[in-house]
């Protein structure tokens, strides 16, 4: 599971953490611009299209990690409520966790958002308001959440 704001560097970590053996990687931003094109363009859309992603994704996940498979979700646990049912897919499946929050200034986000947006590598184009918009959801996680978790500071 990975925590940060947009374009700090949680897609990039994924593949990253996927390479390792018996890994798979699963990327909310994949499924949400295969499954909904066109249908990302407020805040409101996503937040509806996230939901329905992970009303189906829970028990695919579950079966994967029952398996013997690490998952990599690359879906935002940037919410407690987001991490809430994270951490019931993985209790269900009795597996462990680790959840990476990578901490990174907003200045050096935006840009790479900008960056990222110029280039047209991503499925989407976020917007410096939009940025602020969802950043300001974002609550880094707390100690008496429970979690495994490992820091990155302007990595």
Known sequence: MICGKIAAGKSTLA??????????????DVWLSTLYPNEQQTVADYTRNSRR???VMGGHIETLLRAGLSVVLDFPANTVANRRWMRGVFEKAGAAHR???????????????RQRNAAGTHQFTVSDAEFDEIT???????ADEGFETTVYRNA
């Open 15 to 28: 593949r990253r953490l996927a390479d390792a053996p018996n890994t798979i990687l699963i990327s909310e």
């Open 53 to 55: 992603l992970r009303e």
């Open 99 to 113: 959840l990476h929050f990578i901490d990174m200034p907003d200045a050096v986000c935006k840009a790479r958002l």
């Open 136 to 142: 300001g959801y974002l609550v880094p996680p707390l």
